[in-house]
């Protein structure tokens, strides 16, 4: 079923432009060396946006934990209840989270600690989001 | 009248040290609504604006104070479910009534504004606007009175709910996900603390030790403390014991958050009556004085906050609160922490080391005597799980503990302070109160 | 074979917190008729019980809402319904392979002698 559309705004256009293409690409402080993820107006470290630039990243993490949605409160998902909802960190600097629905792994059927993948879902005609697949 | 935002009040640093009003502000009076699951739409006498203005009445009543004592009015203008929470917390575009329930003030959301013409208050000069939370706006109202922008303050939360459901329709019928929640929605997180914290618990149980539903003990005392407050949701509406049986067999929500995790949602006000500890002592009730008020904002660093961070929150507004009031851990008598998902109250205990618990014992403490009557009485009030989403219960049973009357639910254990809070661990505050000023 | 009704309780009976369409005596009907009915509710069982206790129904059932599978497989009926009024009655009920029908004047046929 259809996911909810997420709607880019003038800070994270250039995330999901990135998406649209199939890269993940995550801001990153040249100063502090910090990636950070969602987008923000400034570093989470410096506090400064004079450094910050985008950088694709390799896409590559492992499910920290997950929860299985029985009874959500979004109406465009209700018909997918249960499905998974996971904690993802990004290999590259573990303290970069994301959640996944992982795309494959049956509800209640999450391998804890396993790799994972990014991969890119169409959600609208034009709009992707990013999810992440276990690795076999 | 001020504006709160211009105001410098909060305590939301680190080394801040003690308080300068440890001591000398009071809270004087409680007052509460009835709690009802919803509003019928018909009886104006159990509207929003009407059960405000009965817990302010209680809460003077109580201190004996008459309306042209107070001089403060601190009244929470948000709804309790914000832009998610679709007809519940709107009553538009249903017609609205005769004045003064021509609009949405007074049905879902009442202000200072509304309640001073309401109940003819003649002589406020501190009414400010921006009122956050009770979490909060506790703080306010102590530093207010303590700095003489107010002496008799009345602090009013109303906890509206036109149905009984939260975050139905709203942003949460919406195909897009906008602003901030584009991050979460398009996954499934409809964003609230059920999801912030079930990721760290369930990290939790696995750094830790023991499984999910080792809370049922925590939130079945829960229900036990909540029968026992004679105002609350449960103990009104003949709702009976919850059992471990009950909560292991009820159905998830987020699994692993289970039904009985999660609060029930009501139609309800409370009013704390705060003043001076000079005018508390001439008052009716013995004062009950505020030690140190504490808040925190923390900003997460990523979709989702962490195990790590959550503990590194709390440990920090713990810390902040423990220097404020000047005490530590072994000080604290009675501990009323937010319970408003039975998954986030464990982070708290262990983070403030109320009876010595410290990080990863919070579950063997569930298990232990937590009884009310027993040696480590945690959450006396029954919080929200046991009263329903009022966020108060934790305010007026620390209250009600330090004055020696909190009925059946009276602890047996000393009780000369008391930690009280509805906060979550990213943000909110606490509040330190105590049966004598030093 | 006896058909089987499932009531919901909040939203969906008369005596639910809210009150719903489905009276009291409708049920009393109900079981007149020859149908197997009980509860699935979110309410605790021993909570249903004391429902059914102080309107004086003995029912067959009082089950959680997502243990609509138990039912199924204790009671054998020529049709399974649950009357619920929410999603998440809906979503157990089918996933149950009961059918929903939500509590208005659309379930009046189930009344009609068959």
Request: proline share 7%; with cysteine; hydrophobic share 35%.
């Amino acid at each position: 079923m259809p996911k909810v559309i997420p709607v880019p705004d003038a800070l994270s256009t250039p995330f999901w432009d990135a998406v649209n293409e199939k890269r993940l690409s995550l801001q990153y402080c040249t100063a502090c060396r910090k990636l950070q993820y969602p987008p923000q107006q400034s570093c989470q470290v410096c506090a400064s946006a004079a450094h910050l630039e985008w950088k694709d990243v390799n896409g590559r993490g492992h499910i920290a934990t997950y929860i299985v949605i029985e009874d959500g409160r979004l109406n465009r998902r209700m018909p997918d209840q249960p499905y998974n909802l996971a904690m993802v960190t990004l290999d590259e600097d573990p303290t970069v989270n994301f959640y996944s629905n992982l795309p494959g792994t049956p509800p209640y059927a999450v391998p804890v600690g396993a790799p994972v993948e990014v991969v890119f879902e169409e959600v609208a005609p034009g709009q992707l989001i990013h999810e992440w697949r276990v690795i076999p | 009248m001020a504006t709160q935002s211009q105001y410098s009040w909060r305590r939301d640093k680190d080394g801040l040290g003690v308080w300068e009003h440890r001591g000398k502000v009071a809270v004087a009076g409680v007052g509460h609504s009835p709690v009802d699951r919803r509003w019928d739409g018909v009886s104006m006498d159990q509207t929003l604006g009407a059960y405000t203005i009965l817990a302010c009445q209680r809460a003077m009543q109580e201190a004996g104070v008459t309306l042209d004592q107070v001089d403060g009015i601190i009244c929470c203008q948000s709804h309790i479910a914000g832009a998610s929470g679709g007809s519940a917390s709107q009553w538009a575009p249903r017609p609205y009534f005769a004045p003064p329930y021509d609009s949405e003030w007074g049905l879902t959301l009442i202000n200072a504004e509304w309640l001073i013409k309401q109940m003819q208050f003649p002589n406020i000069r501190y009414a400010p606007d921006n009122v956050p939370t009770i979490s909060e706006m506790v703080g306010l109202a102590a530093q207010a009175v303590g700095d003489g922008l107010c002496h008799t303050c009345l602090v009013i939360y109303p906890t509206g709910n036109l149905e009984g459901r939260y975050r139905r329709g709203g942003e949460n019928a919406d195909d897009y996900a906008r602003g901030a929640r584009q991050w979460t929605v398009p996954w499934g997180n409809h964003g609230g603390n059920d999801f912030i914290n079930i990721f760290p618990h369930n990290q939790y149980c696995l750094k830790y030790g023991g499984t999910h539903d080792d809370l049922a003990p925590f939130v079945v005392n829960q229900h036990r403390n909540g029968l026992l407050t004679p105002w609350g949701f449960n103990a009104t509406h003949d709702i009976p014991q919850l059992t471990i049986e009950d909560y292991v067999s009820s159905r998830y929500i987020l699994n692993p958050l289970r039904l009985w995790d999660c609060d029930r949602p009501v139609n309800a006000s409370a009013a704390y009556l705060f003043t001076t500890a000079e005018r508390a002592r001439d008052m009716q009730q013995p004062p009950v004085y505020v030690l140190n008020h504490a808040q925190h904002n923390f900003r997460q660093r990523t979709t989702q906050p962490d195990l790590d961070e959550i503990e590194m929150w709390t440990d920090r507004a713990a810390r902040r609160m423990y220097e404020g009031a000047g005490l530590g851990p072994q000080d604290v008598d009675i501990f009323n922490p937010y319970d408003g998902y039975a998954t986030m109250t464990q982070f708290f205990l262990e983070a403030f080391q109320w009876h010595g618990v410290k990080r990863g014992e919070a579950f063997a403490f569930y298990a232990g005597d937590i009884r009310v009557e027993g040696p480590h009485p945690f959450c006396s009030s029954g919080g929200n799980l046991g009263n329903g989403r009022t966020r108060t219960a934790m305010y007026t049973d620390s209250i009600e503990q330090l004055r020696g009357t909190a009925g059946a639910r009276q602890v047996t254990v000393r009780a000369e302070t008391a930690l009280a809070a509805f906060t979550t661990p990213s943000s909110g505050g606490w509040i330190m109160f105590g049966k004598h000023p030093s | 074979m006896a058909r089987l009704i499932s009531f919901d309780i909040d939203g969906t009976l008369e005596v639910g917190d809210p009150p719903g369409y489905i009276t009291m005596e409708m049920v009393r009907r109900a079981k007149e008729l020859g149908y197997i009915i009980g509860s699935c509710s979110d309410r605790t069982v021993s909570n249903q019980q004391r429902i059914w206790m102080a309107h004086d129904i003995s029912v067959a059932f009082t089950v959680l809402k997502h243990q609509l599978p138990l039912v199924k497989a204790e009671f054998s009926a020529e049709q399974y319904y649950h009357i619920g009024d929410t999603n998440i009655d809906q979503h157990y009920a089918e996933r149950a392979g009961f059918a929903f029908l939500y509590p208005d004047t659309s379930v009046d046929h189930l009344w009609f002698p068959h």
